[in-house]
């Protein structure tokens, strides 16, 4: 497994701001992700990082609202965007180890848009 | 596209009573499949996985069989514990290994 970690924990918010949420892993990964968890909702795929190029995002989501960066093989971040209160979720980074397609996910960053 | 489909509903149960989750699955190919349980104010975890048809999954006592006939991965556990109380999540891996979630089950162990 990994141990990964993610900045910050939680945030309260104002509209119309932006918040970096950082994901670092203890271990070099070829593959991150980042999800949203909307209140009493499932897991929805935003986008996969990708090292050195530019992120690949899922329907429904866009660069401009969030933005992902991925500098290296052990960190990432994703930044929401002129946020409205439609935001508040939970966001997780994952990363795939190579076991058999398994994700590991990090603790969440538990998001409030007020 | 591929989908995950979990029962409506939370689940309330007694200790020690049977547990069954059910997890239904549509695909173009053949994804490996997951269960991941999220206990109260911790993270995503891991529980078992299957990666192709007829393997059993299995951790703590909970048990998962890739059913390709019937394309289900329902989770079974003969006997619950009040620790097991938490939210269960069904998933396939689809293209570049991304996953698509079922919407969960909330279950509730009541000694």
């Known amino acids: 497994s990994a141990v990964i970690s993610q900045k910050p924990s939680r945030d309260i918010c104002q509209r119309g701001t932006s918040l970096t949420i950082q994901c670092q892993v203890d271990s070099q990964v070829t593959m991150m992700f980042w999800y949203r968890q909307q209140p009493g909702q499932s897991l929805t795929l935003i986008a996969t990082?990708?090292?050195?190029?530019?992120?690949?995002?899922e329907s429904g989501f866009v660069i401009d609202k969030f933005p992902i960066s991925r500098p290296n093989l052990t960190f990432s971040t994703l930044t929401v965007s002129n946020m409205s209160p439609e935001d508040s979720s939970i966001y997780l980074c994952?990363?795939?180890?190579?076991?058999?397609?398994?994700?590991?996910f990090g603790p969440g960053t538990r998001l409030l848009v007020l | 596209g591929d989908s995950v489909t979990q029962m409506e509903g939370p689940v309330t149960l007694s200790e020690e009573a049977f547990l069954t989750i059910n997890c239904t699955y549509t695909a173009t190919g053949y994804p490996s499949l997951f269960w991941y349980v999220q206990y109260p104010g911790e993270g995503l975890q891991l529980l078992l996985k299957a990666t192709k048809a007829d393997d059993k999954g299995s951790n703590k006592g909970f048990e998962a069989t890739y059913r390709k006939e019937t394309t289900s991965f329902h989770l079974e556990k003969g006997s619950v514990q009040v620790s097991d109380s938490a939210v269960y999540f069904c998933a396939l891996s689809y293209g570049n290994n991304r996953l698509a979630f079922g919407k969960g089950n909330q279950v509730v162990v009541i000694p």
């Open positions: 994952s990363v795939d180890l190579g076991q058999q397609e398994t994700q590991y």
């Open positions: 990082a990708n090292q050195g190029s530019e992120a690949t995002y």
